[in-house]
């Protein structure tokens, strides 16, 4: 169980407007080994917003996320560290109103968002431009009208 907070400068790939992100929250991960398989529960809620740089309204929404993954050592190493493979799955619930920009439709409330993808995981986190990696992940997205592929650097729930 563990709180975090995430903060930057954004815009979109249209060449929007730059905006200030920021997201708070607490996530959970419980884990347990069944034979050669390790089996991960996590659950999220995060409160995110967004402000134009130069000012105006923001935006904000809240999430929960629930996701399973399921792991299995490898019977290789990477950079002397042992390695897992895990498939996961994630159901991830809005409200307060996220929204989807769709060019040609407008905008859609964003209500539920599913994803699953797979990662692999290292024992020890590896170091790279000052960065400790402990997973990587590829994963696609879908629901409510959003689309989308993510590529993740840590555990994804």
Known sequence: L???????????FSGGDLAW???????????FERGAYRFS?????????S??????????????????AVSRAMH???????????AFYIASFFADGAVALQP?????DIGTVQTAGVALDVDRPLRFLGLEIGSLGLSYL???GLRGVRLNAGFPF
């Open 21 to 31: 992100i920021g997201a708070a929250g607490i996530k959970s991960r419980y884990s």
């Open 142 to 144: 879908n629901g409510d």
């Open 2 to 12: 563990g709180p975090y907070v995430q903060a930057g400068l954004g815009t979109d």
């Open 51 to 68: 402000r134009p740089a130069a000012g105006g309204d923001s935006t904000r929404f809240t999430r929960f996320d629930a996701g399973l």
């Open 76 to 86: 290789w190493t990477l950079a002397d560290r042992g390695t897992r493979l895990s």
């Open 41 to 49: 529960i996590g659950n999220g809620l995060v409160v995110a917003a």
């Open 104 to 108: 040609e439709l407008g905008t859609e």
